[in-house]
């Protein structure tokens, strides 16, 4: 089993910036993909960012491309997700999660763990 712990999430006005935090534990050695998605009310979650555990190829949807940065501290089993210039579209619950297996990469479908979630919410 894997732990996923989200922290980071708030409130912050439109242009402001935020850094979520995702710790994993457990068996994290057979984790290769960590991701971070999103689910506004009435929505589906979605796709944010994702990062290979292996080679760190960096993956993000077109919405928050150019704002937002995935990085990771393997040593910490740490992942983090800076945002940028936030915009009140951006508000959502933000998930982290973590996948074994191979799967198309942007569905929530191919993650096996997920955490709680963190409210992040960009007023006008």
């Known amino acids: 089993q894997v732990q996923l712990v989200e922290s980071g999430g708030g409130l912050v006005q439109a242009g402001g910036s935020l850094r979520l935090s995702c710790a994993a534990s457990g068996r994290t050695v057979g984790i290769n993909y960590m991701g971070w998605f999103r689910q506004a009310p009435g929505l589906e979650r979605e796709f944010v960012a994702a990062i290979s555990r292996s080679n760190g190829f960096l993956y993000y949807a077109d919405s928050v491309k150019g704002r937002f940065t995935i990085s990771s501290d393997n040593a910490k089993n740490t992942v983090y997700l800076q945002m940028n210039n936030l915009k009140p579209e951006d508000t959502a619950v933000y998930y982290c999660?973590?996948?074994?297996?191979?799967?198309?990469?942007?569905?929530?479908?191919?993650?096996?763990?997920w955490g709680q979630g963190t409210q992040v919410t960009v007023s006008s």
């Open positions: 999660a973590a996948r074994l297996r191979f799967g198309f990469l942007r569905a929530p479908a191919s993650y096996d763990y």
